[in-house]
T-cell receptor, first 109, second 118 residues
Framework: GQSLEQPSEVTAVEGAIVQINCTYQTSGFYGLSWYQQHDGGAPTFLSYNGLDGLEETGRFSSFLSRSDSYGYLLLQELQMKDSASYFC??????????FGKGTRLSVIA | NAGVMQNPRHLVRRRGQEARLRCSPMKGHSHVYWYRQLPEEGLKFMVYLQKENIIDESGMPKERFSAEFPKEGPSILRIQQVVRGDSAAYFCASSPWANQQGSGYEQYFGPGTRLTVT
């Protein structure tokens, strides 16, 4: 089977940096995706790591370490609009994406 | 270029009725996925379809639930004889491709249909 673990809640201050971790147990692992979802909204794709290392997209970066079965999403220069739920999702074998339960990020002034 | 369309956005059904949810993928996308989300929960995969084919329905209950993606028209998720436990948000996503390693990692989600069973 597949499982992903991520913290349920994180709070950070506007302008700061926050890291959301994701550990996974997945056979035949190919890569890790990250999605953002605002309350009442649809999930939106943020990034994908198919290889070890850091992927940067503007204020957001994502990291993967296959040897540690671990990844993280890094959000810099936090803004109030970044308050949302963030999901990691693993891709493996011939199976559909499996999503973690999500991390609710609250950005405070 | 319109995104993924879902309708209705909100659906209220009494127990025992049928719920029919529609999804039109992004233009050029031939892979459709349905997910269910309960409050404060992640997305639970239900079914993966390509045109006229069900590729993976491992996440869909064997009874009362069915899905299709016909050659013409939207994908349909049908729930027969709904029960209160079916109340959830149902999201459809599409991707332009999926290789032999499975479903596309970059999926585009629709706004969801929020089903309430009374």
């Amino acid at each position: 089977g597949q499982s992903l673990e991520q913290p349920s809640e994180v709070t950070a201050v506007e302008g700061a940096i926050v890291q959301i971790n994701c550990t996974y147990q997945t056979s035949g692992f190919y890569g890790l995706s990250w999605y953002q979802q605002h309350d009442g909204g649809a999930p939106t794709f943020l990034s994908y790591n198919g290889l070890d290392g850091l992927e940067e997209t503007g204020r957001f970066s994502s990291f993967l370490s296959r040897s540690d079965s671990y990844g993280y999403l890094l959000l810099q220069e936090l803004q109030m609009k970044d308050s949302a739920s963030y999901f990691c999702a693993s891709r493996s074998g011939n199976t559909p994406l499996v999503f973690g339960k999500g991390t609710r990020l609250s950005v405070i002034a | 270029n319109a995104g993924v369309m879902q309708n209705p956005r909100h659906l209220v059904r009494r127990r025992g009725q049928e719920a029919r949810l529609r999804c039109s993928p992004m233009k050029g996308h031939s892979h459709v996925y349905w997910y269910r989300q309960l409050p404060e929960e992640g997305l639970k995969f239900m079914v993966y379809l390509q045109k006229e084919n069900i590729i993976d329905e491992s996440g869909m209950p064997k009874e009362r639930f069915s899905a299709e993606f016909p050659k013409e028209g939207p994908s349909i998720l049908r729930i027969q004889q709904v029960v209160r436990g079916d109340s959830a948000a149902y999201f459809c996503a599409s991707s332009p491709w999926a290789n032999q390693q499975g479903s596309g990692y970059e999926q585009y989600f629709g706004p969801g249909t929020r089903l309430t069973v009374t």
